[in-house]
């Protein structure tokens, strides 16, 4: 026996074993030992089924309330870093999407995966559009809203109501049919949100003029009162279409997780955006800019900033537009706004609450507790600042959100239908109550 070969053997074997792509597992109840393949630095939950403590056992699941640490998908959309920062769409940094694209152009690399040649921009500009007015019966509809109805209520609803104008969209796996009612959904977002606006200020509704940019068509929709045509402002048109940009998609998030979900179960892609739209209203996802005015009106002053956070601390209040599942760094979206707020500032003047939010972020980033926690500005820290300068109410600030995000959803929607992995989504759940009992009668009850 050569000692000196039996080591270097096991030295080789205890290589090839360390360095296979498998998770070894041992369950320490029945003594057993599984390998389970990673792929992408990922297991997959389903591998998990075949440990058993014995043949009737239903298989371990893994338990990740809130998805923490579950990829739902492989998607080639968007990539985030959060712990360094990093935002990209199809691989292009943000910060150059944000200096050197328009929103339609990024909606067309989100959903198609490449930048568009000029004749490609030219015929998905067209198509878009001439994909902006909305049936004259949608007008009715939105009449039926109570005059102080949460503009979001109204698009959620409205973006449903689509659905029945076209039947067709239910045919999901024609591609034809999917291109024309992403052009309309993209097309028609602006016109029902801006409808809904006119109708919350009584104002009669102001029609899409295809003349105009995606932004500058939705100014005019929002703003145009008796002028002939509606000119907007250029400084402002750039800054509302760099916001765009800025929320056109962001991977799994609340939002994007509904619409892949709602659309697993195949109804057509306006109930699946009204569902995406839905998630987005919540105050902790695109609610929370309207959540950042609310409270530095409420903070009020900078003297009152300390005591704000001191509460914030003690767990009476969370600090609106900070913190993020994701990013445990600056999010790169918020420098961008804070740069594009001064040029906003610059045409409309500046907004008094930015002297409060710049004294919150400049004590929050201090401060232990926040920084101990990772807890940074998020994308919605500056926005309402910047919409609130343009001149839109405080209602208004998700909508804004939803109409560029509804590019992303899209996108996400059409990638989940044509994943051959993809099913009905349908999560399992670990089932905490009572084991069968027998019904009571009513005299019988205590
Ligand atoms: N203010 C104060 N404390 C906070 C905040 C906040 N905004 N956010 C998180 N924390 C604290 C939590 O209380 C928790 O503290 P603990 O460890 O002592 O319990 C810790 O930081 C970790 O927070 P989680 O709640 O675990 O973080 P999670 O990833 O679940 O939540 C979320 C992320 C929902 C964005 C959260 O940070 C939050 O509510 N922020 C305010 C709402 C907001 O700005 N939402 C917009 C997000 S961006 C977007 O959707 C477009």
């Known amino acids: ?253 609340c939002s994007a997780n509904a619409m892949r979900c709602v659309g697993s179960s195949h109804p057509d892609v306006y109930s699946a955006t009204a569902a995406a739209t839905a998630a987005l209203y919540g105050p902790l996802h695109g609610g929370a800019n309207e959540e950042v005015l609310r409270m530095l009106l409420d903070i009020g002053t900078i003297a009152n900033v300390p005591a704000y956070i001191k509460r914030v601390k003690a767990g009476e209040k969370k600090l609106m537009g900070f913190g993020h599942r994701i990013y445990k760094n600056y999010d790169p979206r918020a420098r961008i706004i804070k740069r594009i707020s001064a040029e906003v500032f610059d045409v409309m003047g500046r907004n008094p609450l930015l002297d409060i939010a710049l004294e919150v972020e400049r004590i929050a980033l201090e401060d232990e507790y926040f920084v101990s926690r990772k807890l940074y500005p998020n994308v919605d820290f500056y926005t309402g600042l910047i919409y609130q300068s343009m001149g839109f109410p405080v209602t208004m600030f998700p909508v804004l959100f939803a109409i560029p995000r509804t590019s992303g959803w899209i996108a996400q929607w059409e990638e989940m239908l044509l994943d051959n992995e993809q099913k009905i989504a349908r999560p399992r759940q670990i089932y905490t109550g009572y084991d069968t009992r027998t019904y009571v009668p009513m005299e019988k009850r205590a």
Request: net charge negative; aromatic share 12%; proline share 5%.
């Open 1 to 253: 026996m050569n000692p000196g070969k039996v080591e270097t053997q096991s030295a080789t074997q205890e290589a090839n074993r360390t360095s296979r792509d498998s998770l070894t597992i041992t369950d320490n109840r029945t003594g057993k030992s599984y390998e389970v393949p990673i792929t992408d630095d990922t297991i997959r939950a389903l591998d998990l089924r075949q440990i058993k403590v014995n043949a009737g056992d239903f298989g371990m699941m893994s338990y990740d309330p809130a998805f923490n640490n579950t990829a739902l998908c492989r998607s080639k959309i968007t990539f985030i870093d959060g712990d360094v920062g990093i935002l990209r769409y199809r691989g292009y940094p943000i910060e150059e999407l944000a200096e050197h694209s328009t929103y339609l152009e990024t909606a067309y690399l989100i959903l198609r995966g490449e930048l568009p040649t000029k004749k490609q921009l030219d015929e998905w500009t067209y198509h878009v559009t001439h994909h902006t007015f909305v049936h004259e019966s949608i007008k009715k509809f939105l009449d039926g809203f109570h005059y102080d109805a949460h503009p979001m209520g109204m698009l959620i609803s409205s973006v449903a109501a689509l659905s029945t104008f076209y039947p067709e969209a239910r045919d999901i796996f024609n591609a034809e049919s999917r291109q024309k009612q992403t052009w309309r959904l993209i097309g028609k977002m602006p016109t029902l949100a801006a409808f809904a606006y006119r109708h919350s200020l009584g104002m009669p509704y102001a029609y899409p003029d295809n003349d105009l940019t995606y932004p500058g068509n939705f100014l005019n929709m929002l703003f145009k009162t008796t002028e002939l045509k509606y000119k907007p402002n250029p400084a402002l048109e750039r800054a509302l279409d760099v916001l765009f940009i800025l929320h056109a998609d962001h991977e799994q998030n």
